[in-house]
Protein backbone atom coordinates (compact mmCIF):
# COMPACT_ATOMS: atom_id res chain seq x y z
CA UNK A 1 0.00 0.00 0.00
CA UNK A 2 0.82 3.66 0.18
CA UNK A 3 1.74 3.68 3.46
CA UNK A 4 2.28 1.74 6.77
CA UNK A 5 -1.46 0.43 7.58
CA UNK A 6 -2.25 -0.58 11.14
CA UNK A 7 -5.38 -2.19 12.55
CA UNK A 8 -7.70 -2.17 14.16
CA UNK A 9 -7.60 1.65 14.48
CA UNK A 10 -9.60 1.50 17.74
CA UNK A 11 -10.05 -1.64 20.23
CA UNK A 12 -11.58 -2.02 23.22
CA UNK A 13 -10.76 -4.97 25.40
CA UNK A 14 -11.67 -6.09 28.97
CA UNK A 15 -9.32 -6.64 31.68
CA UNK A 16 -7.28 -9.87 31.39
CA UNK A 17 -8.10 -10.27 27.22
CA UNK A 18 -5.10 -10.89 24.62
CA UNK A 19 -5.07 -8.38 21.95
CA UNK A 20 -3.52 -8.64 18.30
CA UNK A 21 -2.75 -5.91 16.71
CA UNK A 22 -1.57 -5.86 13.15
CA UNK A 23 0.47 -3.57 10.63
CA UNK A 24 1.12 -3.45 7.20
CA UNK A 25 4.28 -1.95 6.28
CA UNK A 26 5.35 0.28 3.51
CA UNK A 27 6.00 -2.70 0.59
CA UNK A 28 9.71 -3.20 0.18
CA UNK A 29 10.30 -1.88 3.84
CA UNK A 30 12.92 -4.49 5.77
CA UNK A 31 12.86 -2.22 8.89
CA UNK A 32 9.95 -2.41 11.55
CA UNK A 33 9.31 -0.70 14.54
CA UNK A 34 6.17 -0.93 17.06
CA UNK A 35 6.26 1.89 19.62
CA UNK A 36 3.89 3.16 22.17
CA UNK A 37 1.99 6.43 23.44
CA UNK A 38 -0.05 6.53 26.36
CA UNK A 39 -2.20 9.70 26.52
CA UNK A 40 -0.09 12.91 26.36
CA UNK A 41 3.27 11.34 26.73
CA UNK A 42 5.94 10.72 24.29
CA UNK A 43 6.74 7.68 22.16
CA UNK A 44 8.40 4.53 23.84
CA UNK A 45 10.03 1.83 22.03
CA UNK A 46 9.15 -1.46 21.95
CA UNK A 47 10.35 -4.02 19.50
CA UNK A 48 12.45 -3.33 16.33
CA UNK A 49 12.58 -6.01 13.24
CA UNK A 50 15.26 -5.69 10.59
CA UNK A 51 15.15 -8.10 7.92
CA UNK A 52 16.04 -11.38 9.12
CA UNK A 53 18.26 -10.83 11.87
CA UNK A 54 17.00 -11.32 15.52
CA UNK A 55 14.80 -8.97 16.64
CA UNK A 56 15.30 -6.06 19.15
CA UNK A 57 12.83 -6.72 22.27
CA UNK A 58 14.47 -4.38 24.39
CA UNK A 59 11.89 -2.24 24.79
CA UNK A 60 9.54 -4.64 25.54
CA UNK A 61 7.56 -3.83 29.20
CA UNK A 62 6.83 -7.32 30.35
CA UNK A 63 6.31 -10.98 29.12
CA UNK A 64 2.98 -10.26 28.05
CA UNK A 65 3.44 -8.56 24.98
CA UNK A 66 5.41 -9.93 22.40
CA UNK A 67 5.85 -9.11 18.40
CA UNK A 68 6.55 -11.63 15.20
CA UNK A 69 7.35 -10.66 11.65
CA UNK A 70 5.96 -13.09 9.17
CA UNK A 71 7.51 -13.40 5.74
CA UNK A 72 9.13 -10.31 6.71
CA UNK A 73 6.56 -8.25 5.87
CA UNK A 74 3.14 -7.96 8.13
CA UNK A 75 3.83 -7.54 11.83
CA UNK A 76 1.62 -8.60 14.77
CA UNK A 77 2.27 -7.28 18.59
CA UNK A 78 0.33 -9.30 21.00
CA UNK A 79 -0.87 -8.72 24.45
CA UNK A 80 -1.70 -10.83 26.84
CA UNK A 81 -4.17 -10.88 29.78
CA UNK A 82 -4.14 -7.17 29.36
CA UNK A 83 -3.85 -4.74 31.78
CA UNK A 84 -5.48 -1.26 32.27
CA UNK A 85 -2.27 0.38 32.25
CA UNK A 86 -1.51 -1.02 28.84
CA UNK A 87 -4.51 1.39 27.57
CA UNK A 88 -2.56 3.39 24.88
CA UNK A 89 -1.57 3.93 20.84
CA UNK A 90 0.76 1.52 19.36
CA UNK A 91 1.96 3.05 16.51
CA UNK A 92 4.02 0.95 13.85
CA UNK A 93 6.70 2.37 11.75
CA UNK A 94 8.52 0.91 8.63
CA UNK A 95 12.12 1.71 7.39
CA UNK A 96 13.50 1.19 3.86
CA UNK A 97 16.99 0.99 5.76
CA UNK A 98 16.08 0.64 9.20
CA UNK A 99 19.00 3.40 10.14
CA UNK A 100 18.34 6.60 8.75
CA UNK A 101 15.64 8.28 10.65
CA UNK A 102 14.65 10.48 7.36
CA UNK A 103 13.16 7.28 5.47
CA UNK A 104 10.79 6.08 8.74
CA UNK A 105 7.56 6.55 8.00
CA UNK A 106 4.75 5.86 10.80
CA UNK A 107 0.97 4.67 10.08
CA UNK A 108 -1.88 6.28 12.40
CA UNK A 109 -1.99 3.56 15.24
CA UNK A 110 -3.91 1.45 17.06
CA UNK A 111 -5.76 2.98 19.70
CA UNK A 112 -6.16 0.46 22.79
CA UNK A 113 -8.53 0.68 25.52
CA UNK A 114 -8.34 -1.92 28.52
CA UNK A 115 -11.98 -1.54 30.60
CA UNK B 1 11.03 2.87 28.11
CA UNK B 2 13.35 5.00 27.54
CA UNK B 3 12.91 8.48 26.91
CA UNK B 4 15.00 12.28 25.84
CA UNK B 5 14.28 14.94 28.01
CA UNK B 6 11.92 17.36 25.95
CA UNK B 7 11.41 21.09 27.12
CA UNK B 8 9.06 23.06 27.51
CA UNK B 9 6.05 20.27 28.24
CA UNK B 10 3.59 23.17 26.62
CA UNK B 11 3.57 26.36 25.33
CA UNK B 12 0.42 28.66 24.72
CA UNK B 13 1.76 31.38 22.23
CA UNK B 14 -0.15 33.88 19.53
CA UNK B 15 0.19 34.01 16.02
CA UNK B 16 3.13 35.19 14.84
CA UNK B 17 5.70 34.71 17.62
CA UNK B 18 8.81 32.76 17.43
CA UNK B 19 8.48 29.35 19.78
CA UNK B 20 11.61 27.54 20.49
CA UNK B 21 11.95 23.87 22.02
CA UNK B 22 14.96 21.98 23.17
CA UNK B 23 15.78 18.39 23.73
CA UNK B 24 18.57 17.01 25.78
CA UNK B 25 20.15 13.44 26.56
CA UNK B 26 22.39 11.54 28.65
CA UNK B 27 23.39 9.43 25.65
CA UNK B 28 25.53 10.70 22.26
CA UNK B 29 23.43 10.55 19.24
CA UNK B 30 24.90 10.47 15.64
CA UNK B 31 21.32 11.78 14.07
CA UNK B 32 18.65 14.16 16.00
CA UNK B 33 15.09 14.24 14.26
CA UNK B 34 11.98 16.10 14.89
CA UNK B 35 8.92 15.61 14.73
CA UNK B 36 5.13 16.92 14.42
CA UNK B 37 2.09 14.85 15.49
CA UNK B 38 -1.44 15.52 14.65
CA UNK B 39 -4.70 14.57 16.78
CA UNK B 40 -5.12 11.08 15.54
CA UNK B 41 -2.38 10.73 13.78
CA UNK B 42 1.16 9.35 13.69
CA UNK B 43 4.06 11.21 13.71
CA UNK B 44 5.97 13.35 10.48
CA UNK B 45 9.41 14.22 9.94
CA UNK B 46 9.80 17.52 9.96
CA UNK B 47 13.91 18.13 9.86
CA UNK B 48 16.25 15.52 10.42
CA UNK B 49 20.06 16.35 11.58
CA UNK B 50 23.37 14.32 10.64
CA UNK B 51 26.30 16.36 12.07
CA UNK B 52 27.46 17.80 15.45
CA UNK B 53 26.85 21.78 15.20
CA UNK B 54 24.29 21.41 11.94
CA UNK B 55 21.98 24.05 11.81
CA UNK B 56 19.29 23.17 8.98
CA UNK B 57 16.18 25.28 8.53
CA UNK B 58 13.20 24.01 6.16
CA UNK B 59 10.66 27.23 5.60
CA UNK B 60 9.66 28.28 9.47
CA UNK B 61 11.79 25.20 10.87
CA UNK B 62 14.95 25.86 12.12
CA UNK B 63 16.90 23.01 14.22
CA UNK B 64 20.81 22.38 15.63
CA UNK B 65 22.41 19.62 16.26
CA UNK B 66 24.08 20.27 19.38
CA UNK B 67 28.01 20.12 19.51
CA UNK B 68 28.49 17.79 22.26
CA UNK B 69 25.33 15.41 20.28
CA UNK B 70 23.82 15.37 23.45
CA UNK B 71 21.11 17.94 22.70
CA UNK B 72 19.23 19.56 20.03
CA UNK B 73 16.80 23.00 19.61
CA UNK B 74 13.92 23.50 17.35
CA UNK B 75 12.70 26.91 16.66
CA UNK B 76 9.50 27.86 14.34
CA UNK B 77 9.57 31.58 13.30
CA UNK B 78 6.28 33.57 12.94
CA UNK B 79 3.94 30.61 14.04
CA UNK B 80 0.42 30.03 12.20
CA UNK B 81 -2.29 28.18 13.57
CA UNK B 82 -1.58 25.14 12.07
CA UNK B 83 1.71 25.01 13.73
CA UNK B 84 -0.75 23.64 16.22
CA UNK B 85 0.53 20.01 17.15
CA UNK B 86 2.95 18.32 19.17
CA UNK B 87 6.40 18.33 18.59
CA UNK B 88 8.81 15.39 19.11
CA UNK B 89 12.69 15.45 19.23
CA UNK B 90 14.12 11.58 18.62
CA UNK B 91 17.49 10.22 18.45
CA UNK B 92 19.07 7.98 16.54
CA UNK B 93 20.28 5.00 18.54
CA UNK B 94 21.82 1.94 16.06
CA UNK B 95 18.39 1.51 14.48
CA UNK B 96 16.24 2.39 16.34
CA UNK B 97 14.61 6.32 17.45
CA UNK B 98 14.61 7.34 21.18
CA UNK B 99 11.88 10.01 21.21
CA UNK B 100 11.18 13.08 23.59
CA UNK B 101 8.52 13.43 25.99
CA UNK B 102 7.18 15.86 23.40
CA UNK B 103 5.98 19.79 23.82
CA UNK B 104 2.32 20.44 23.01
CA UNK B 105 1.60 23.65 21.36
CA UNK B 106 -1.81 25.95 21.01
CA UNK B 107 -1.26 29.03 18.91
CA UNK B 108 -3.92 31.48 19.35
CA UNK B 109 -5.12 34.13 16.88
Known amino acids: GAGVSQSPSNKVTEKGKDVELRCDPISGHTALYWYRQSLGQGLEFLIYFQGNSAPDKSGLPSDRFSAERTGGSVSTLTIQRTQQEDSAVYLC?????????????FGEGSWLTVV | GQQLNQSPQSMFIQEGEDVSMNCTSS?????WLWYKQDPGEGPVLLIA?????ELTSNGRLTAQFGITRKDSFLNISASIPSDVGIYFCAGQDTDKLIFGTGTRLQVFP
Open chain 2, 49 to 53: LYKAG
Open chain 1, 93 to 105: ASSSQGAQGNTIY
Open chain 2, 27 to 31: SIFNT
